[in-house]
């Protein structure tokens, strides 16, 4: 297996310079429509994403593990060429869609990815709050393992999807060019992303390609300027409730669900599901009602 780069080492340079011109560049020529920069917030979000480091390195034990478990069981192989790792990148940009509209959609899923959204600031930082119990996402993975990636290509490939999507989380671009927009994942498609309106809520999931969106139907234009956070925001900068608040409203439920049906529900229906009242149960003949509002942002 060559070695391949570590490119979010070599782009963290990168990383700074861009979020001090932003942040130069919003003291400047603020924009009083744009959400623009809070501290208290943007230490929260490089503090969530410091964290992350640390986290990220003891989830990857058993995740490489099983990878690699994995990757030797299967006798498939995809060699590490100059024209395979496009197609490993377009491999890993698809099923990071799905697991990322997963992560939406399946609330045990969603108390992970909640953090990345906790932010009501839409701006560089935003990008560097990520969750600290990110070990939900490696199952959606395991086909490219499958199929021959080495574990190691796999992480490159993640970790380029990363890099890009840092970009992308800025109001100081308005669009890109048309064919840009058509194609690849933009600032004005991941605000709508970060929007809590009910006409933006769980759209806009591509990282690096944004036709996945367009393809599965989950694609909306940006319109009216984006709300940023939850439909029901947290008001807190401390990082472990940032990263745990979810949790922690997903263990009240199951203590207060009225059984087993009940609490399949709390874990795996929409962020927003509910039971429907025992009297609605009755009067409708059914066994279990829902209500799908979704919380994701």
Known sequence: MPNLPDVVLWSIPAFVLLTVVEMVSVRIHPDEDAAG???????????????????????????????????????????????????MLLGQDFFYYWSHRGHHVVRILWACHVVHHSSRKFNLTTALRQPWTSLTAWPFYLPLVAAGVHPAALA??????????????????????????????????????????????????????????RLFGSWVPETDRPVYGLTKNIDTY???????HEYVAIARDLRAAAGWRERAGRLLRGPGWQPAPAAAVRAEGTVEGTVEETAAA
């Open 37 to 87: 920069y809070a501290a208290k917030d943007a230490a929260t979000s490089v503090g969530m994403g410091l964290g992350s480091l640390f986290f990220d390195f003891l989830w990857k034990i058993p995740i490489v593990a099983i990878y690699t478990a994995v990757h030797e069981l299967t006798p498939l192989r995809v060699p590490v060429l100059w024209w395979t790792v496009p197609l």
């Open 156 to 213: 490159f490939c993640s970790s380029v999807s990363l890099v890009y999507q840092f970009w992308i989380h800025t109001e100081r671009i308005d669009r890109m060019p048309r064919w840009f927009e058509f194609v690849l994942n933009t600032p004005s498609h991941h605000r709508v992303h970060h929007a809590s309106q009910g006409g933006y809520l769980d759209r806009n999931f591509g990282g690096i390609l944004i036709v996945w969106d």
């Open 238 to 244: 401390n990082p472990v409730k940032v990263a745990t």
